[in-house]
């Protein structure tokens, strides 16, 4: 046994690949598409490290292309939620015990493999299972995956190596124990490194995962499952259990042995999970963690000595950029009277230039929405709107759903602060603008703080140094995540922690030290070198 202390060296950011014409990782990139496309997989689930099949079965299909299906995946039945439960139980005695060196190594190599031998795999699988055009599956797939794993085993020898001071005559210890029991991660359909998260940053801390995947996003995900493996994670550590929300989570959430959720979501489902845990307080061993990222209404605020360009390029980028379907996605828009006609032409201008369609055409801006409920949720609100008096359509508004589920970038104008869609999460490629008058930048910021119940992201474009200091201020709790002439999204692991309060959620900071905190349960020995011997003290004399 090396009796070493060990250090993760801080990591570089991956480098994002440009996928230019003629560019090798273009080529290499296309090769992967088609053969994806051109093939149907059996997705099995993954219990305690073996193939588990069901025979219930369900379907992937491309959003774009809602007809052509790309896997068929099965679907958990109680039977193996229990497996699942077991398998966790009994990797957990091996794996909180293993040096944490071994677990960092795992991550480390499963990062690796995505950087090199995956990296192709994993976006064309992202690009066709979720409609994401090249750039966005590279940044989300490939670059944010490999540095939530890169950066969390630096970020956790940090954590080991804080300890707590130690006295005269004694010694002092932490141990940073993982959590007495299983987490369940439940992820989102929207970004492949945020599954890949919500196991492996518990996993990385000596914890075990039940791992429910959303249906729209099984097939990369169950390739990030192949991955973790073939890096040597063993068997039980993350069991992949994809089937229905509601059958997994009741069972899963009753157990006793539940440790705690990592999950990223809607509101609605963050707190049908909250509740059933209320519900399960007593028969919990622990009181569980409960970690989850939320719904967003994200701002952009514009102050009158802003520059109309970059306003219109952030709104563009940050509003419609994955169809709208960030949680950071930029969705509600506050511009002042003096800049909004030169604003308008150019967000007309570049919603015309925009192009949307199927991925694997490298021209396409904007893909489909991920699925029918998600189409028919966004079209009611285009729908709302184009019968409202208070608000009107000034750019988009058109949706077809007749091959796959597209939804053209739409911007609202109104002149109703408290618009629905000024206020609601809508998840779509839907920006409403509110026009204020230049004199009232300060109570227009109040007005934004005390507008919807989310707190995600927000940016502020000024040139007005004062003016920026005062959003700050004024926007302090309006956003976890606040840019300044910047767009509200495309957070980096190691450099823009993520996360929101309020309605957003428990703002624990995914890629940073912070989210792993909260999977360990630190214990703390003291050690006495000369122990008492006298039960008096001598003021008593
Ligand atoms: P969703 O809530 O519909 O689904 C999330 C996951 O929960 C899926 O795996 C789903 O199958 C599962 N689920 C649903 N009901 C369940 C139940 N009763 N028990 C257990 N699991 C259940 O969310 P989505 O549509 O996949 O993602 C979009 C939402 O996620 C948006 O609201 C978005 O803002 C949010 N999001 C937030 C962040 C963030 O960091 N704040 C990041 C990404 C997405």
Redo the contacts with the bound molecule.
């Keep these: 046994m090396n009796n070493a202390i060990f250090n993760f060296e801080e990591p570089k950011n991956e480098k994002i690949l440009c996928y230019n014409p003629g560019s090798i990782e273009r080529t290499e990139l296309i090769k992967e598409i088609e053969k994806i496309h051109s093939s149907e997989i059996e997705i099995p689930l993954i219990i305690g490290g073996k193939e588990v099949r069901t025979g219930k079965l369900g379907k992937v299909v491309m959003p774009h292309d809602h007809g052509h299906v790309l896997a068929t995946y099965h679907l958990a039945t109680e039977k193996e939620i229990k497996l699942a439960i077991d398998a966790s139980i009994n990797a957990h005695k091996m794996w909180s015990n293993i040096e944490w060196t071994v677990r960092a190594s795992i991550l480390v190599k499963a990062a690796e493999l995505m950087s090199t031998k995956y990296r192709y795999l994993i976006n064309a699988s992202t690009m066709l299972g979720q409609s994401k055009n090249a750039y966005q599956a590279e940044i989300d797939s490939a670059c944010e995956t490999i540095d939530f794993l890169r950066y969390n085993a630096y970020f956790a020898s940090k954590i080991y190596s804080e300890q707590p001071k130690s006295g005269f005559n004694q010694l002092n210890r932490m141990e940073f124990r993982p959590l007495e029991g299983f987490v369940f991660a439940?992820?989102?359909?929207?970004?492949t490194a945020?599954a890949s998260n919500l196991n492996m940053s518990p996993a990385l801390m000596g914890n075990t995962t039940i791992w429910?995947?959303?249906?729209t996003a099984i097939l990369s995900n169950y390739h990030l499952m192949k991955i973790f493996q073939e890096a040597g994670l063993p068997d039980g550590v993350v069991n992949f259990l994809p089937g229905s929300?509601?059958l997994?989570?009741n069972q899963v959430l009753s157990h006793k042995d539940l440790g705690g959720i990592h999950f990223?979501?809607?509101?609605?489902?963050f707190n049908?999970?909250w509740r059933k845990i209320s519900e399960n307080l007593e028969n919990y061993k622990s009181y569980p963690r409960i970690v989850g990222?939320?719904?967003?209404k994200d701002f952009i605020f514009v102050h009158p000595s802003a520059n109309p360009l970059e306003v219109a390029v952030g709104i563009i980028r940050g509003a419609f950029e994955y169809q709208g379907q960030k949680?950071s996605a930029a969705s509600r828009g506050y511009i002042p009277k003096s800049l909004w006609n030169q604003i308008k032409d150019l967000l007309i201008q570049m919603t015309k230039e925009i192009k949307m369609g199927d991925p694997r055409d490298f021209t396409n801006f904007v893909n489909a929405v991920i699925d029918e409920n998600s189409f028919n949720s966004i079209m009611k609100y285009i729908d709302f709107t184009k019968n409202a008096t208070d608000a009107k359509i000034i750019a988009g508004g058109n949706g077809d759903k007749s091959k796959g589920y597209f939804v053209e970038p739409t911007i609202i104008e109104t002149s109703n602060p408290f618009f629905k869609t000024m206020t609601e999460?809508i998840?779509g490629p839907v920006m409403t603008i509110y026009v204020y008058e230049d004199k009232d930048y300060e109570k227009t910021l109040q007005l934004c703080d005390a507008t919807s119940p989310y707190a995600?992201t927000g940016a502020i474009f000024s040139q007005d140094r004062i003016a920026v200091a005062e959003a700050c201020n004024k926007l302090r709790y309006a956003a976890g995540n606040f840019y300044i002439n910047d767009k509200p999204t495309g957070a980096m692991v190691g450099m823009q922690p993520?996360?929101?309060a309020r309605g957003?959620?428990t703002n624990d900071k995914?890629g940073g030290n912070l989210n792993l905190y909260r999977w360990i349960s630190p214990r703390t020995i003291k050690e006495t070198f000369a122990p008492a011997t006298d039960f008096r003290y001598p003021f008593m004399d």
């Design positions: 439940v992820s989102p359909f929207n970004f945020i429910k995947p959303a249906t929300g509601a997994i989570g990223t979501g809607s509101n609605n489902t049908s999970l990222e939320t719904g967003g949680c999460e998840f995600l993520f996360g929101g957003s959620g995914a």
